[in-house]
Protein backbone atom coordinates (compact mmCIF):
# COMPACT_ATOMS: atom_id res chain seq x y z
CA UNK A 1 0.00 0.00 0.00
CA UNK A 2 1.29 3.62 -1.16
CA UNK A 3 2.00 5.91 1.44
CA UNK A 4 -0.20 9.35 0.29
CA UNK A 5 1.95 12.27 -0.25
CA UNK A 6 1.81 15.03 2.18
CA UNK A 7 0.14 18.28 2.07
CA UNK A 8 2.53 21.06 0.85
CA UNK A 9 2.04 24.27 2.78
CA UNK A 10 4.04 27.85 2.30
CA UNK A 11 3.61 29.85 4.67
CA UNK A 12 5.07 33.42 4.52
CA UNK A 13 6.56 35.30 8.01
CA UNK A 14 7.26 31.74 8.89
CA UNK A 15 9.73 32.69 11.66
CA UNK A 16 8.24 34.76 14.38
CA UNK A 17 4.52 34.89 15.55
CA UNK A 18 1.19 33.92 13.52
CA UNK A 19 3.60 32.50 10.54
CA UNK A 20 5.70 30.14 13.12
CA UNK A 21 2.86 29.10 15.15
CA UNK A 22 0.73 28.06 11.91
CA UNK A 23 3.59 26.08 10.60
CA UNK A 24 3.98 23.91 13.77
CA UNK A 25 0.31 23.49 13.72
CA UNK A 26 0.04 22.70 9.77
CA UNK A 27 3.19 20.25 10.25
CA UNK A 28 1.67 18.59 13.74
CA UNK A 29 -1.29 17.50 11.04
CA UNK A 30 0.89 15.59 8.65
CA UNK A 31 2.10 18.43 6.04
CA UNK A 32 5.27 19.79 4.69
CA UNK A 33 5.83 22.79 6.06
CA UNK A 34 8.00 25.65 3.49
CA UNK A 35 8.91 28.00 5.96
CA UNK A 36 9.60 31.61 3.65
CA UNK A 37 10.91 34.71 5.60
CA UNK A 38 14.01 37.10 5.13
CA UNK A 39 15.24 35.78 8.59
CA UNK A 40 16.50 32.20 8.30
CA UNK A 41 17.81 31.78 12.03
CA UNK A 42 14.78 32.34 13.53
CA UNK A 43 13.28 29.83 10.48
CA UNK A 44 15.82 27.70 11.96
CA UNK A 45 14.86 27.29 14.95
CA UNK A 46 11.21 26.94 13.71
CA UNK A 47 11.97 24.08 11.48
CA UNK A 48 14.26 22.68 14.81
CA UNK A 49 10.80 22.49 16.76
CA UNK A 50 8.36 20.86 13.63
CA UNK A 51 11.17 18.31 12.90
CA UNK A 52 11.51 17.54 16.44
CA UNK A 53 7.79 16.56 16.82
CA UNK A 54 8.38 14.00 13.67
CA UNK A 55 7.41 16.94 11.47
CA UNK A 56 8.42 18.09 7.99
CA UNK A 57 9.55 21.82 7.62
CA UNK A 58 11.90 23.17 4.72
CA UNK A 59 13.11 26.87 4.34
CA UNK A 60 13.14 29.31 1.20
CA UNK A 61 14.28 32.59 2.45
CA UNK A 62 12.46 34.96 0.23
CA UNK A 63 11.83 38.87 0.64
CA UNK A 64 8.18 38.94 -1.13
CA UNK A 65 8.34 42.23 -2.23
CA UNK A 66 10.82 40.56 -5.02
CA UNK A 67 8.47 39.59 -7.18
CA UNK A 68 11.24 37.15 -9.16
CA UNK A 69 12.50 35.86 -5.96
CA UNK A 70 8.77 34.97 -5.30
CA UNK A 71 8.43 33.14 -8.34
CA UNK A 72 11.63 31.16 -8.07
CA UNK A 73 10.82 30.19 -4.73
CA UNK A 74 7.52 28.79 -6.05
CA UNK A 75 8.87 26.62 -9.02
CA UNK A 76 11.77 25.45 -6.39
CA UNK A 77 8.74 23.90 -4.30
CA UNK A 78 6.98 22.93 -7.38
CA UNK A 79 10.32 20.99 -8.66
CA UNK A 80 11.07 19.59 -5.27
CA UNK A 81 8.20 18.91 -3.50
CA UNK A 82 4.92 19.54 -5.67
CA UNK A 83 2.20 21.66 -6.11
CA UNK A 84 1.29 24.14 -3.15
CA UNK A 85 -2.02 22.98 -1.59
CA UNK A 86 -2.26 26.01 1.04
CA UNK A 87 -0.81 29.43 1.37
CA UNK A 88 -0.56 30.94 4.18
CA UNK A 89 0.42 34.36 4.09
CA UNK A 90 1.49 35.92 7.05
CA UNK A 91 4.41 38.30 6.10
CA UNK A 92 3.45 41.96 7.04
CA UNK A 93 5.37 45.33 8.82
CA UNK A 94 4.19 48.01 10.13
CA UNK A 95 6.32 51.42 11.19
CA UNK A 96 6.43 53.39 14.26
CA UNK A 97 5.10 56.74 12.91
CA UNK A 98 2.09 56.25 11.74
CA UNK A 99 0.25 59.13 12.19
CA UNK A 100 -0.25 60.94 8.68
CA UNK A 101 1.17 63.95 9.59
CA UNK A 102 4.03 62.01 10.28
CA UNK A 103 3.95 59.37 7.96
CA UNK A 104 6.96 59.46 5.43
CA UNK A 105 6.16 58.80 1.40
CA UNK A 106 9.08 56.21 1.63
CA UNK A 107 7.55 54.25 4.96
CA UNK A 108 4.09 54.44 3.37
CA UNK A 109 5.42 52.34 0.08
CA UNK A 110 7.28 50.35 1.90
CA UNK A 111 4.25 49.15 3.83
CA UNK A 112 2.25 48.59 -0.19
CA UNK A 113 5.30 46.45 -1.09
CA UNK A 114 5.89 44.39 1.54
CA UNK A 115 2.22 44.20 2.78
CA UNK A 116 0.16 44.55 -0.26
CA UNK A 117 2.54 43.75 -3.31
CA UNK A 118 4.07 40.63 -1.06
CA UNK A 119 0.33 39.38 -1.11
CA UNK A 120 -0.23 39.09 -4.59
CA UNK A 121 3.23 38.04 -5.83
CA UNK A 122 2.56 34.84 -3.65
CA UNK A 123 -0.56 34.03 -4.83
CA UNK A 124 0.34 34.85 -8.20
CA UNK A 125 3.36 32.27 -7.98
CA UNK A 126 1.20 29.51 -6.61
CA UNK A 127 -2.11 30.01 -8.96
CA UNK A 128 -0.52 27.80 -11.64
CA UNK A 129 -0.25 25.35 -10.33
CA UNK A 130 -3.27 24.91 -7.73
CA UNK A 131 -5.19 25.54 -10.96
CA UNK A 132 -3.52 22.44 -12.13
CA UNK A 133 -3.89 20.52 -9.19
CA UNK A 134 -7.52 21.40 -9.30
CA UNK A 135 -7.70 23.34 -5.78
CA UNK A 136 -5.75 24.81 -3.25
CA UNK A 137 -6.61 27.50 -0.14
CA UNK A 138 -4.63 30.48 0.09
CA UNK A 139 -5.05 32.16 3.37
CA UNK A 140 -3.99 36.08 4.15
CA UNK A 141 -3.42 37.60 7.76
CA UNK A 142 -5.12 40.46 7.04
CA UNK A 143 -6.09 42.62 10.11
CA UNK A 144 -8.93 44.08 12.56
CA UNK A 145 -7.58 47.18 10.87
CA UNK A 146 -8.73 46.10 7.10
CA UNK A 147 -12.05 46.62 7.75
CA UNK A 148 -12.09 48.96 10.83
CA UNK A 149 -9.29 51.41 9.98
CA UNK A 150 -7.55 53.10 12.87
CA UNK A 151 -5.44 55.86 13.68
CA UNK A 152 -3.65 52.82 16.18
CA UNK A 153 -3.29 50.81 13.23
CA UNK A 154 -2.14 54.19 11.12
CA UNK A 155 -3.18 55.18 7.20
CA UNK A 156 -0.53 52.80 5.61
CA UNK A 157 -1.23 49.90 7.07
CA UNK A 158 -4.70 49.96 7.88
CA UNK A 159 -4.72 50.67 3.88
CA UNK A 160 -2.31 48.19 2.89
CA UNK A 161 -4.74 45.44 4.92
CA UNK A 162 -7.99 46.98 3.17
CA UNK A 163 -6.47 46.14 -0.09
CA UNK A 164 -5.80 42.13 0.90
CA UNK A 165 -9.61 42.34 1.92
CA UNK A 166 -10.49 43.41 -1.52
CA UNK A 167 -7.93 41.50 -3.37
CA UNK A 168 -8.96 38.13 -1.82
CA UNK A 169 -12.78 38.55 -2.31
CA UNK A 170 -11.79 39.09 -5.99
CA UNK A 171 -9.41 35.66 -5.84
CA UNK A 172 -12.79 34.34 -4.72
CA UNK A 173 -15.06 35.51 -7.45
CA UNK A 174 -12.37 34.53 -10.25
CA UNK A 175 -11.12 31.57 -9.43
CA UNK A 176 -13.85 29.19 -6.91
CA UNK A 177 -14.39 27.33 -10.55
CA UNK A 178 -10.99 26.32 -9.81
CA UNK A 179 -11.55 24.56 -6.87
CA UNK A 180 -9.66 27.46 -5.22
CA UNK A 181 -10.62 29.11 -1.90
CA UNK A 182 -9.35 31.99 -0.42
CA UNK A 183 -10.03 33.97 2.80
CA UNK A 184 -8.47 37.01 5.12
CA UNK A 185 -8.13 36.75 8.96
CA UNK A 186 -8.67 39.84 9.90
CA UNK A 187 -7.63 39.63 13.93
CA UNK A 188 -7.46 42.85 16.49
CA UNK A 189 -4.21 42.86 18.66
CA UNK A 190 -1.85 39.74 18.96
CA UNK A 191 0.61 39.13 21.36
CA UNK A 192 3.13 39.04 18.32
CA UNK A 193 6.95 40.94 17.89
CA UNK A 194 4.51 43.20 15.63
CA UNK A 195 3.75 44.97 18.49
CA UNK A 196 7.10 46.53 19.46
CA UNK A 197 6.84 48.82 16.10
CA UNK A 198 4.10 50.62 17.70
CA UNK A 199 5.06 53.99 18.80
CA UNK A 200 4.11 52.96 22.38
CA UNK A 201 4.69 48.87 22.87
CA UNK A 202 1.88 47.83 25.15
CA UNK A 203 3.30 46.16 28.16
CA UNK A 204 3.30 43.08 29.19
CA UNK A 205 0.06 42.94 31.14
CA UNK A 206 -1.75 43.89 28.63
CA UNK A 207 -0.61 40.93 26.00
CA UNK A 208 -1.80 38.66 28.44
CA UNK A 209 -5.35 39.13 27.72
CA UNK A 210 -4.41 39.72 23.46
CA UNK A 211 -4.88 36.74 21.29
CA UNK A 212 -2.44 34.65 20.89
CA UNK A 213 -0.04 33.08 18.06
CA UNK A 214 -1.33 29.46 18.79
CA UNK A 215 -5.13 30.75 18.71
CA UNK A 216 -4.84 31.97 15.27
CA UNK A 217 -3.01 28.71 14.25
CA UNK A 218 -5.65 26.74 15.36
CA UNK A 219 -7.86 28.92 12.96
CA UNK A 220 -6.23 28.31 10.52
CA UNK A 221 -6.08 25.12 10.36
CA UNK A 222 -9.57 24.97 10.78
CA UNK A 223 -9.53 26.97 7.19
CA UNK A 224 -7.42 24.53 5.86
CA UNK A 225 -9.35 21.59 6.60
CA UNK A 226 -12.48 22.79 5.95
CA UNK A 227 -14.65 20.35 3.03
CA UNK A 228 -13.61 21.62 -0.39
CA UNK A 229 -17.67 22.76 -1.05
CA UNK A 230 -17.29 25.41 2.26
CA UNK A 231 -15.40 28.68 1.61
CA UNK A 232 -15.07 30.93 4.42
CA UNK A 233 -14.25 34.34 2.54
CA UNK A 234 -13.14 36.24 5.64
CA UNK A 235 -12.96 35.93 9.82
CA UNK A 236 -12.81 38.87 11.82
CA UNK A 237 -11.92 38.49 15.54
CA UNK A 238 -10.69 40.10 18.72
CA UNK A 239 -9.36 40.01 22.20
CA UNK A 240 -12.80 39.52 24.77
CA UNK A 241 -10.76 41.94 26.76
CA UNK A 242 -10.05 45.33 24.50
CA UNK A 243 -8.22 47.67 26.45
CA UNK A 244 -7.66 50.52 25.41
CA UNK A 245 -3.62 48.77 24.96
CA UNK A 246 -3.05 52.12 23.23
CA UNK A 247 -3.86 55.47 22.53
CA UNK A 248 -3.55 56.81 19.15
CA UNK A 249 -0.58 58.36 18.01
CA UNK A 250 -0.58 62.38 18.12
Given at each position: ??????????????????????????????????????????????????????????????????????????????????????????????????????????????????????????????????????????????????????????????????????????????????????CTVCPAEVATEILDQRPKPPPAEARKYMLQPDDLAGLIHYLVTCPPHMCV??????????????????
Amino acid sequence: MNTPPHKIAWITGAGTGIGAAAAKRLAADGMHCILSGRRVEPMDTVKSAIIAKDGQASIEAVDVSDASAVDAVARRIATEYGAVDVLVHCAGINVPNRAVASLTPEDFQRIQRINVEGAFHCAHAVLPSMRNKGGGVMIFISSWAGPYPSPIAGAAYSASKSAIDAMTHVINQEESRHGIRACTVCPAEVATEILDQRPKPPPAEARKYMLQPDDLAGLIHYLVTCPPHMCVTQVILRPTHTGPFEQPPS
